[in-house]
């Protein structure tokens, strides 16, 4: 091995978690050589020295990242490669040492009764499980049979399975990798001394939180449901609405340490092979540690990162997911989280509401044009007002522009300070009012913004018409019902206000060109953000800024290129 260091350098064998504790303590260590195994020890040749090789160009940071990597992978490959063994004490000595001083880690051991006794265990991690199963339907059968003749491997596994543990679902392996697996994911498992293999009962059963209605999401007409944090719940939900045989539901492990289970739901016969076979390829590339709420995987799976957009909704409804679903989508669930990711996602279904199907097409398509407005307001009106005092006052109805210019003079500063300043005013009490607990923090956001503004206007610090135009542009903001497009509207009017301050309706225009250009090449899982706009397409235009009645709503949008365009039931088919 030392053939492998370059000359006059020191060479040590050492273990593996030395080079990582010399890492994080911050020496400089040179790797030159590839692994080499001693024995039952990972060992690697290393050198250490004060300067670094020409051509060696790795960091510190990336060694350890790689020796961490390499561990993880020893330490997975070490439990994937093993089978259950025949001795009871060997497999539990080998689960206690995987998961260590575990407190919530139960272990019961028992006897079955029989010629001779055969000793047993059952292992499951407490609060994941149903208790009243296992004491009921696992353990005291077990405790309680009366075995006849002796015992033989054959017919004590399937006596075991066939009429001693009375749960209903029960899956005997033979790997230890599944064993863990199963009872991280809160099922218990129960081993028998004499046998090569472990029966996994499933026995979840974790305390879970009571269906509420979604509150960033709420509708005057339509379901009280929002989709819960236990995913096998959210599933029940969903198929509640969507009765349909062909709902296909694919089951993914992300999270090296926190194995989150995360489902893909589609139509078979209806949603695009192509989109599904992408989704799929997206999800399983994803290589992270833990994934803990849905929008780890949003960020994973856009098209695009370095955009203000969102290329994929959330919602917390059930029914609004079914909606989606029978259009042709995808959805994708996270266990832990109450949000539902959609996919593909364009533009203008942002500004829609599950409440615009349940009403009238008259009433769906004023609401529409409503949110349409406050999309405008909120984006614009702010740099419309800089653009129009700094630049161009002739614009302004004369006895309008006198009483803006009454208002401002006593205001010692600039339009474009006064706008920052009442702007990020109202987004400190909006953020703060989220994180006050109860029902008081939206009120106190409200009487905390009218009592700043009517202070700032006595003081001389601000217009009171700058005081309307924030009011204003605070309140347009409410009506987007997706909270994350909302977001995108409140960042993209800072840049939009300092356009207008530097250049007046000039920046104003080119900042709208810019960012309608983005729109264009923006794309969600191969569709057009912009569609139907860009490309215009006017059989899509039936469920835009408008929404015709339903019986002219008898085909689905083309634009996520379904496999059944029809919405009526066709003869032959069921």
Known sequence: MTNYVPSGFGVRLVHKTTILCWLQNGCFIYLYVCFAKTGEKLRLVIKMSSKRPFRLKRSKKKMAKALEQHYV?????????????????????????????????????????????????????DELVNKELIHNF????????????????????????????????????????????????????????GLDQVFVIGSKGWQTKGIDEPRSEAVVRGSREGLSETIAFSWGMIRRRLKDPNLRIQLFTLGKRTQTAVSLLYIEGLTDYNLVKEVTSRIQGIEIDGVL?????????????????PQVQNTERPDAVVGHLLEGKVAILVDGSPHALIAPAVFTQFYYSPEDYYERYLISSFLRFVRLISLFIALM????????????????????????????????FPPIIEALGMELSVEILREASVRIPGPIGPTIGIVGALVIGNAAVEAGLVSPAMVIVVGLTTISSYANPSYNAAISVRLLRFPLMFLAAVFGLYGVMIGLLIMTLHLVQLRSFGVPYMAPYAPFSWKNLRDSLIRVPWNKMDQRPSIYSVQDKSREQQEGKG
């Open 73 to 125: 992978e020893q330490l997975e490959k070490s439990v994937s490669d093993l089978v259950v063994f025949k001795e009871l004490d060997t497999n539990l000595n080998f689960i206690k040492n995987i998961f260590g001083d575990c407190a919530d880690l139960v272990t019961r051991t028992l006897d079955i009764e029989g010629n001779p006794r055969i000793r047993a265990a059952v292992l499951y991690i």
């Open 138 to 193: 696992v353990i005291r059968p077990l405790m309680e049979c009366r075995a006849y003749g002796e015992h033989k491997e054959s017919n004590l596994k399937d006596r075991v399975h066939d009429s001693l543990i009375n749960a209903g679902e029960i899956k005997p392996t033979s790997e230890m990798k599944k064993v863990v697996d199963g009872i991280l994911s809160g099922d218990s498992i129960v081993l028998i001394d």
């Open 293 to 309: 709420e849905s929008g780890y995987i949003e960020e994973f799976i856009q098209d695009q990162t370095w955009t203000p957009f």
């Open 381 to 412: 009106l702010p740099a419309l007002y800089i653009s129009f005092v700094s630049f161009h006052p002739e614009m302004i109805p004369s006895k309008l522009a006198i009483a803006i210019a009454a208002g401002r003079s006593p205001v010692p």
